[in-house]
């Protein structure tokens, strides 16, 4: 797979329709990423960091929200770029979506289509240096139960074992997956290595019966559905 380092513009070279804000104002909340999110509430990065970066770095460290919803202040604020105030924005940002949680736990973002799924982790992963996979565990509706990050680093045959994918579905109680990846290089076209690795998963799924529904390779501002295109994935 591709392992090429990406040049991380600052928000401010962005073009303007890719910002964070101005990209919830045109396509809605719930079609921006976590990070995207998580990085309008922080505002500004540190030390010539994009807040995009620090906003992933933070989604890492912490293991993604549910582990930012655990953590303390302190915690939070020996994340460098991260200071008591902006430790308390998040902690009340993060408590605001607890409480709505939990007065309507019936709402779940659901995943109906490639789009659906490569906007919910598109300006998470686009501009990351090294490949990461991840899975978005769905039910039976389709609703997303999480996205746990699965493998960092280069990504092939060899490194991808196919037990840890379906493990991370079993604990869930998954129905069906998706898999998710990206490019460091921007070009999200599926190398020999993605097919392969989609064969072996999708082959898997149908013994387990955990559907593996799509698997979507991120590049900036591009993604590629293997299902759309017939690749690894035989009928």
Do not use: C
Not at 28 to 54: D, F, H, K, P, Y
Not at 176 to 193: K, L, Q, R, Y
């Amino acid at each position: 797979m591709d392992e090429t380092v990406a040049y991380v513009p600052m928000i401010r070279d962005m073009a303007e329709e890719n910002r964070p804000r101005e990209r919830l104002m045109r396509v809605g909340a719930q079609a921006v990423s976590t990070a995207e999110l998580l990085a309008i509430i922080l505002r500004t990065g540190v030390g010539g960091e994009n807040v995009l970066r620090l906003a992933e770095r933070l989604l890492s460290e912490f293991r993604d929200l549910p582990g930012l919803a655990r953590a303390t202040v302190a915690e939070l604020t020996r994340v460098k770029g991260i200071g008591p105030a902006k430790a308390v924005e998040m902690k009340a940002a993060l408590e605001v979506g607890r409480r709505l949680m939990a007065s309507a736990p019936q709402e779940k973002p659901r995943v109906t289509s490639p789009a659906d799924a490569a906007n919910l982790l598109m300006s998470e992963m686009m501009f990351l240096e090294q490949e990461h996979l991840r899975l978005i565990l769905l039910d039976t509706r389709n609703g997303v139960l999480s996205i746990p990050t699965i493998y960092k680093g280069s990504l092939n045959t060899s490194v991808v074992r196919i037990g840890e994918l379906f493990r991370a579905a079993l604990r869930e109680n998954a129905a069906a997956f998706i898999v998710v990846h990206n490019h460091p290089s921007g070009d999200p076209s599926p190398s020999p290595e993605d097919v392969a690795v989609t064969r072996q998963i999708a082959q898997a799924g149908k013994l387990l019966d955990i559907s593996l529904l799509d698997h979507i390779v991120i590049g900036h501002q591009r993604y590629v559905s293997l299902k759309e295109r017939g690749l690894g994935f035989d009928g």
